[in-house]
């Protein structure tokens, strides 16, 4: 019976903790919202499928689970970005990380951060890696700032590590896969 509830309370323990959009752990709480949650395919600039982003509203923000799988090892920086279109070759149709607050990049840099910038996502040498972030104070849509806008958002995971300090982009490198962030579909 210790064991069961030991287990239990580990479980519980490690699906609480998360990566938020400064990359810090936090908890998501207890009182997270039970909404839908949304399942999308992260692209990449073949149009391959190299992995999966869900998306749910939490109480105090949007919990993305990134997935991926076929990527180049190492740190991979992960960005919102301002416009809902991964339709460009190397996905800068996905225009500048998603900023409504006109901050600078990166949660290092004493202006930053944007909304947008995400802690980075470490792929092993099996070219898998998964993360969860909670960006806090956001919504998927109703209430700004929301990600699901008029013209919408994309995350990008880029081929590179995010400094967490160089405006615009943390130095990051090219954009190796794209997936437009939508409730929509």
Not at 37 to 51: C, Q, Y
Not at 77 to 95: Q, R
């Amino acid at each position: 019976m210790r064991s069961t509830i030991s287990l239990f309370a580990l479980a519980a323990l490690l699906s609480a903790c998360t990566n938020d959009s400064a990359g810090n752990a936090e908890d998501a709480g207890e009182g997270a919202a039970d909404t839908a949650e949304r399942s999308l395919t992260l692209k990449n600039s073949d149009g391959a499928d190299v992995g999966s982003v869900s998306l749910r509203q939490e109480p105090s923000g949007i919990m993305l689970a990134v997935n991926v799988a076929g990527l180049e090892p190492g740190a991979k920086a992960v960005h919102l970005h301002e416009t809902g279109d991964c339709s460009a070759g190397d996905f800068t149709s996905a225009g500048g990380h998603w900023n409504p607050e006109g901050k600078s990049h990166g949660r290092d840099n004493p202006q930053g951060a944007h909304l947008g910038d995400l802690a980075n996502l470490q792929v092993g040498e099996d070219g898998s890696g998964e993360s969860r972030y909670l960006v806090t104070g956001v919504s998927l849509s109703g209430s700004a700032p929301m990600i699901d806008d008029e013209d919408g958002t994309a995350l990008v995971i880029h081929a590179g590590a995010d400094d967490y300090k160089s405006d615009p982009a943390g130095d990051a490198g090219d954009r190796v896969a794209c997936v437009v962030v939508s409730t929509a579909g």
